[in-house]
């Protein structure tokens, strides 16, 4: 290994993106290795909510009940599919076991200074460098029914008195003044005002050319193997090319950064990586080409809790580059545990225009062509983990090929950031930045620990 050897970065996501830039903030030298395309996987087609209001994560009460439930309900938007999956099952035990009120407000304690170091630094990074359509609206969250409106009362609750984060609550007629776009009727809402949000593929190519000027080197196409360690570092990165080509790359260090495909690397991190897919599905309705009446285009983003699907409208506009984005209204949804399959199911995507069509004056089924640029209907894999916590730091000892060389205390795994992983970035970044060049961490590392999984 050289002097100048650079932190190598495996996987070029939002989070593999905020690692480079916070690192290359720092002075370090940065190589991303992509496996794919910079940008393609789960932190294209996301809802580009940055909701530091998210603080309590999805195993709430219920949730397992809900998902057991699903089982025999092939068209539920929350699907455990039945399949013969042990890591899967072990992954969902685990869960289950969260699925109460104080081991979601433990995770709520863990997340909270993450989502809001990240909200602070979004705006420093969409009034920079970043080009991306950021909007700090806010998030409304609305409801059909009158208990529906009323159970959510109880998290606000909760955010209120263990987090300091209330929302403004809206009953009927106000909701109705506060986003004339609702359907007439609605029992009320609950709004939180700090939040915001972006259009996570425009984001995605700006942070590219971003970290391209500052000199990091990008390669994709190049799908990393493993690791070599030496004297208890990790000295290179073993990966195979588009071809089949095997090569290796020196490393000062090792960001792992891989999203729902993290687990791929357990036996070289020598931690256990439990990263489930947890498949999700965006389509993006075009006012224009869809025919989509301005006037049923929400102000600001909504989540529609009842109907489990999310509403991102995007006001469009002209790129740097000279590049038109038309206006577009995003739905997006669907927690479904079935494997690593990237099938873009109609019916999937009936369930987000069906849920958002009983809110607003949009058409109830999705429409029958697909955009020529192939990005209005999109799926991924949200990389979740059974805490709703995600992991990052160094592990606790890597073992890196084969485990002879000994164990390398300079691999670093920054991924599991669930449903979040957008909100979750800036202050992931910065973190990785502080921990691998010895600075003080701007938050404490302890909650996020890589090995907490493998203790016992
Ligand atoms: C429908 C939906 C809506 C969502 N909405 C929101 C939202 O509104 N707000 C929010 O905060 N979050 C949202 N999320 C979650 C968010 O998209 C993810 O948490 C986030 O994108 C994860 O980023 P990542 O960088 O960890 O993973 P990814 O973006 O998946 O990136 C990981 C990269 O690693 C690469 N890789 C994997 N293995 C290798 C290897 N061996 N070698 C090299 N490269 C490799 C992959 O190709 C990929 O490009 C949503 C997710 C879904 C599915």
Redesign the pocket.
């Known amino acids: 290994m050289s002097d100048t050897s650079p932190v190598v970065i495996?996987?070029?996501?939002?989070?593999?993106?905020a690692c480079a830039h916070y690192l290359t903030e720092a002075g370090r030298k940065v190589v991303i290795?992509?496996?794919?395309?910079?940008?393609?996987?789960?932190?294209?087609?996301?809802?580009?909510?940055?909701?530091p209001s998210h603080i309590l994560p999805p195993a709430e009460p219920g949730v397992f009940g809900e998902a057991l439930k699903s089982l025999f309900k092939p068209n539920a938007p929350l699907r455990l599919a039945p399949r013969f999956d042990p890591g899967l099952w072990r992954w969902m035990a685990e869960f289950a076991r969260r699925c109460n009120e104080p081991a979601a407000l433990a995770a709520g304690r863990a997340i909270h200074p993450l989502l809001a170091s990240s909200r602070a630094l979004y705006d420093r990074l969409a009034g920079g460098e970043l080009e991306c359509e950021f909007a700090a609206d806010g998030l409304l969250f609305a409801f059909q029914s009158a208990g529906a409106f009323k159970s959510f009362g109880h998290t606000d609750e909760l955010l209120s008195k263990h987090f300091n984060a209330p929302a403004r609550r809206l009953d009927g007629a106000e909701l109705s003044e506060f986003e004339p776009a609702l359907r007439p009727g609605l029992a009320g809402g609950w709004f939180y005002e700090g939040d915001a949000?972006l259009r996570?593929n425009v984001l995605m190519n700006s942070w590219r050319a971003s970290l391209l000027a500052r000199g990091v080197e990008l390669r994709e196409g190049?799908?990393?193997?493993g690791f070599r360690t030496e004297n208890g570092r990790a000295t290179a990165v073993h990966?195979e090319d588009a071809h089949g080509a095997a090569g290796e790359i020196e490393a000062d260090a090792v960001v792992v950064?891989?999203?729902?495909?993290?687990p791929?690397?357990q036996k070289a991190l020598g931690v256990r990586v439990p990263v489930a897919p947890?498949?999700?599905?965006?389509l993006t309705l075009h006012l224009d080409e869809h025919e989509i009446d301005p006037a049923a285009v929400p102000k600001r983003p909504m989540l529609l809790p009842e109907v489990r699907v999310?509403v991102?409208p995007h006001a469009g506009g002209v790129s740097a580059s000279g590049e038109r984005r038309p206006a577009a209204l995003r739905l997006?949804?669907?927690m479904e545990f079935a494997g690593y399959n990237p099938s873009i199911a109609r019916r999937r995507l009936a369930l987000l225009t069906r849920g958002a069509s009983r809110f607003l004056d949009i058409p109830a089924d999705p429409p029958a062509d697909d955009h020529p640029t192939g990005d209005n209907r999109?799926?991924?894999?949200?990389?979740m983990t059974p805490d709703g916590v995600p992991l990052i730091g160094p592990v606790p000892g890597g073992r890196g090929v084969g485990g002879r060389n000994g164990r390398a205390n300079n691999l670093y795994v920054?991924?599991g950031?669930?449903?979040?992983?957008?909100?979750?970035?800036p202050g992931t970044g910065r973190l990785i930045a502080e921990l691998v060049t010895g600075a003080a961490p701007h938050l404490d590392p302890a909650p996020y620990a890589p090995g907490r999984f493998s203790r016992g």
């Open positions: 495996v996987g070029g996501g939002v989070i593999g993106a290795l992509e496996r794919d395309r910079f940008g393609a996987a789960c932190s294209h087609g996301n809802c580009g909510l940055l909701s949000h996570p190049i799908a990393v193997k990966y950064a891989a999203g729902a495909l993290t791929d690397f947890g498949k999700g599905y965006s999310a991102t997006g949804s669907v999109w799926a991924g894999w949200r990389p920054a991924a950031h669930n449903m979040l992983g957008l909100s979750m970035a």
